[in-house]
């Protein structure tokens, strides 16, 4: 599919990039294994627009697993939820470490935002893009992202604080 030199950038663009895009994919979508799935999607079709995409690979490939990412939210938008499992709800055995709980509380929380709010916040937080960065990848105004990313932090200070807490602050 890639000749030569360019077989080796790509080899080599993929050995440097493929943990960070799993790591986006996941904080995208919440499942080891269709984070996996979404990466190895974009690393093909990567592979096959190489040279349009060896300018930049890694913002190529981005924002093929957020596109991937937002596709998917929206086809599970459309199907009826699916009753969870006894005690699915669990994150592990007793005694599990606060951080792991609180990460998967926030994975949880982002669950409740829209799919470009989510993916602005991952973009942004975790992959520690710039705004024009954002707005690059997703194809879209930075006044957008600045706007996805302030309602996303709004609605994730609603999801993640106790309702007293919110009743206190709502009356201030």
Request: proline letters at 3%; aromatic letters at 4%; glycine letters at 6%.
């Amino acid at each position: 599919m890639i000749p030569g030199r360019d077989r080796r950038a790509f080899d080599e663009f993929v050995a440097t990039s493929a943990s960070r895009l799993v790591r986006t994919a996941y904080l995208l979508c919440g499942d080891r294994g269709h984070a996996e799935d979404l990466v190895q999607t974009a690393l093909l079709r990567t592979a096959r627009r190489w040279r349009s995409a060896r300018r930049q690979p890694e913002a190529y490939a981005r924002r093929v697993v957020v596109n991937l990412a937002k596709d998917r939210w929206r086809d599970l938008a459309r199907r009826p939820a699916e009753a969870p499992l006894e005690g699915a709800d669990r994150a592990g055995p007793i005694g599990v470490v606060d951080g792991l709980l609180d990460r998967d509380e926030l994975l949880r929380a982002t669950e409740q935002l829209s799919a470009g709010q989510r993916a602005v916040l991952v973009l942004r937080y975790f992959d520690d893009l710039t705004v024009e960065e954002t707005a690059a990848t997703l194809g879209c105004s930075t006044g957008t992202v600045k706007s996805q990313t302030s309602r996303a932090l709004e609605r994730l200070r609603v999801v993640l604080t106790p309702e007293k807490e919110n009743a206190d602050v709502d009356r201030r």
